[in-house]
């Protein structure tokens, strides 16, 4: 959804009919660069992309497992992620390389972290903001000899001019046009990540396309062009999605258009794209990246015209308004509607509340006590994971971040209705039922020595 000027989200939640200039939206939704230098021997290099750029805190970053075939894999903020280490991640050149991902997560968080930063730029509209921190995004990784490897461009539709059970239907009737040969049909949105990158060691194996299967109720229609090597265009019931994820969304409609690249035509697309935003149109050009690979056509009944004619057929009138309006309307950059806690809110609404309910008629205590019993549980295995996902949130709300995990700790115990003593029943039943969690805890629930 585009923003308004005060930050906050606005549009992608309209229902309003037909169309608005925020009933469309386009964005960058992956992005994943590598550059041929290891983070780990070279941290002076990465300083201005980490710190002045993507906005990262040291107080947030930790290291964890490698991926992609890399030794170490250093999550910095939500949906971002640096690798590097490892002796197959070394080019034929000798350099060793260093992996930045950027899930669609990332990039909202990203987005949000940039704007925050520059919030004393009143004058200008979150649009163009948004729009400088991804031009210096790719200028500093461009100055790094990055070379991307994928770049997804989506173009969200919340208006329910096309629904996406029509376009299911033009789909299955093959009443369209596309270079893109393959096409597969699943029940699933959900990303798989290739095991390794090609970065040059030797020739890469074929790429396999996997799939993970969902109930299609859950997850709604999902059609996939193409294949991973080159290109792909995925379209998908967002809305769908979200709500599988226990996301609370207010739009009925939303269907995803994502054009993904990858290897050689995400190296050529990053820098056609890096041009357009230099140009200030960028939303025209994601929309351009929808048109050039498929064309949906007219209705052609039981007489299905042959591959070889098909493209004489009209275009079908609905994509031809929403390829027109869009060019015109469609804003160019997003922050998510659902963080990921107000999903944990309402997932304790509807499922924890009923536990939470039963379990507080029995004890003989008051709720606080076993409100915080479970909130000292939290905070005795807390994560840097953890106080990412808070820092957003307070981030999209213009709140103070936290920044270490003893400072969440010292808030709860600071607050005036924490207890001085938890409840001994209290204890029992949070703890000491737990199989997994045997560590003695003191009387206000918290543990007197690690868990290990």
Not at 125 to 144: A, D, H, P, Q, V
Not at 225 to 235: E, H, M, P, W
Not at 326 to 354: Q, V, Y
Not at 388 to 414: G, T
Request: charged share 30%.
């Amino acid at each position: 959804m585009s923003m308004n000027n005060n930050g906050a989200a606005s549009g992608a939640s309209s229902n309003t009919p037909p169309f608005t200039p925020n009933c469309l939206s386009t964005c960058v939704d992956y992005l994943k660069v590598r550059v041929n230098f290891s983070y780990e021997d070279n941290r002076e290099r990465f300083k201005t992309l980490l710190f002045d750029i993507l906005h990262i805190y040291d107080y947030e970053m930790h290291r964890d497992k490698g991926r992609n075939a890399y030794e170490t894999t250093c999550k910095l903020a939500v949906g971002t992620t640096l690798s590097f280490g490892g002796r197959f991640t070394i080019t034929r050149d000798g350099f060793h390389t260093s992996l930045l991902e950027m899930t669609g997560l990332g990039c909202r968080d990203f987005e949000l972290r940039y704007l925050r930063s520059h919030k004393d730029l009143g004058y200008l509209t979150n649009e163009y903001i948004i729009r400088e921190g991804w031009i210096k995004l790719f200028e500093e990784l461009i100055s790094m000899g990055g070379v991307c490897t994928r770049i997804d461009l989506p173009t969200d539709d919340y208006s329910g001019n096309i629904t996406i059970s029509e376009m299911k239907e033009k789909i299955k009737r093959k009443e369209y046009t596309t270079r893109l040969k393959k096409f597969e049909e699943t029940n699933s949105n959900e990303e798989v990540d290739d095991d390794e990158e090609d970065i040059g060691i030797k020739e890469p194996d074929k790429i396999r396309d996997r799939v993970t299967t969902r109930d299609a109720k859950q997850t709604g229609f999902s059609g996939t062009f193409g294949t991973r090597n080159k290109l792909q265009l995925c379209i998908y019931d967002k809305a769908a999605e979200q709500h599988n994820k226990g996301n609370h969304i207010l739009n009925k409609d939303w269907i995803r258009y994502e054009v993904r690249y990858y290897h050689k035509n995400a190296e050529q697309e990053f820098m056609l794209f890096y041009d357009a935003l230099k140009r200030h149109k960028e939303h025209q050009h994601i929309i351009g990246c929808l048109t050039s690979v498929i064309e949906f056509k007219e209705s052609i009944g039981d007489n299905t015209l042959s591959t070889t004619h098909k493209h004489r057929n009209e275009t079908w009138s609905k994509w031809k308004y929403f390829i027109n309006v869009a060019e015109k309307h469609a804003g160019f950059a997003t922050i998510s509607a659902d963080p990921t806690l107000k999903s944990n809110a309402k997932w304790l609404k509807r499922e924890a509340s009923f536990s939470f309910g039963k379990v507080a008629t029995v004890i003989d205590a008051p709720c606080n006590q076993m409100f915080y019993a479970y909130i000292n549980y939290f905070l005795n295995r807390m994560t840097k994971e953890h106080l990412q996902v808070i820092n957003q949130y307070l981030r999209s709300k213009n709140r103070p971040v936290f920044e270490s995990i003893e400072a969440v700790k010292v808030y709860h115990k600071s607050r005036p209705d924490y207890p001085d003593e938890i409840c001994p029943e209290v204890i029992e039943l949070v703890y000491q039922i737990d199989k997994e969690y045997n560590a003695p805890v003191n009387s206000n629930g918290e543990e007197t020595k690690d868990d290990k």
